[in-house]
């Protein structure tokens, strides 16, 4: 992602995420990534309270507006200010017990508070999918690498998970999720008014399933594409597919 955002001839071209240029999706990263350098600087210095979040139905807007609030800086002040905070953060994750991992709440301005892995599944999705953003715009072709699709895999559940608004569910229904690659397997989510549960498990029973590699789930996960293969009840598939709040 740092080399092609680096390219001079990149700073200004569109991407995959209307009204940006690379050097907003820069702007964006930063953003993020500093949002989480304060999460843990706020935890480590015995203060974990912070102010309410964004949440979810505002998230968007949010960080629209502060991805474009960089473009006043030059473009070499904001590439060093990445590489920065990018080496930062990898350091603070590094230096993660096995404890802290799942069990260190890091308050983040956006999604409030977030066990330290979420962190860095988040990191690692905003690189891969921006990256693809980018190369998108540029015109070329390209794909995600296995390596972060297949990691990525059970992020997107939790992404789905969070970002569910099921206050128009009239009835419970449940639809079966198949995934190929290394995190792949067969996932159930039942859905009803009062949220979203998924576990791994027989969907045979599922009167619809969506199959996905593990590239086109992130990128439909993160809304970039309608990708996959629905069998079944295409009708509760893609009320299925319709519950997910853009972020």
């Not at 702007?27 to 210095?45: K, M, W």
């Not at 949010?62 to 905070?85: K, N, Q």
Request: include cysteine; hydrophobic fraction near 45%.
């Amino acid at each position: 992602m740092i080399e092609l955002v680096t390219e001079p001839a990149h700073w200004n071209v569109p991407t995959a995420c209307a009204g940006w240029e690379v050097r907003d999706m820069v702007g964006h990263l930063i953003d993020a990534t500093e949002s989480y350098l304060a999460g843990f600087a706020l935890v480590r210095s015995g203060h974990p309270a912070a102010p309410g979040s964004v949440g979810v139905g505002g998230m968007a807007q949010a960080s629209d507006e502060a991805a474009r609030t960089f473009r006043s800086l030059a473009r070499d002040v904001l590439l060093t200010r990445l590489d920065d905070t990018t080496d930062r953060l990898m350091l603070d994750l590094e230096s993660l017990s096995a404890e802290d991992w799942s069990g260190l709440i890091i308050p983040d301005r956006y999604m409030g508070p977030l066990p330290a892995m979420i962190i860095a599944a988040g990191s690692l999705g905003g690189m891969t999918v921006h990256s693809w953003d980018v190369r998108e715009g540029l015109g070329a072709p390209h794909a995600l690498s296995a390596e972060s699709a297949d990691l990525l895999v059970p992020f997107v559940f939790l992404l789905w998970w969070a970002t569910a608004d099921v206050t128009g569910v009239d009835a419970p229904y449940s639809i079966g999720i198949r995934t190929t690659g290394h995190n792949g397997g067969d996932t159930r989510f039942d859905v009803s008014n009062e949220g979203l549960l998924f576990s791994p498990g027989d969907i045979d029973t599922c009167p619809a399933i969506l199959e996905f590699d593990p590239a086109s789930l992130v990128l439909t996960g993160y809304g970039r594409i309608n990708g996959g293969t629905i069998r079944g009840d295409r009708d509760l598939a893609t009320k299925f597919r319709s519950l997910f709040v853009p972020i």
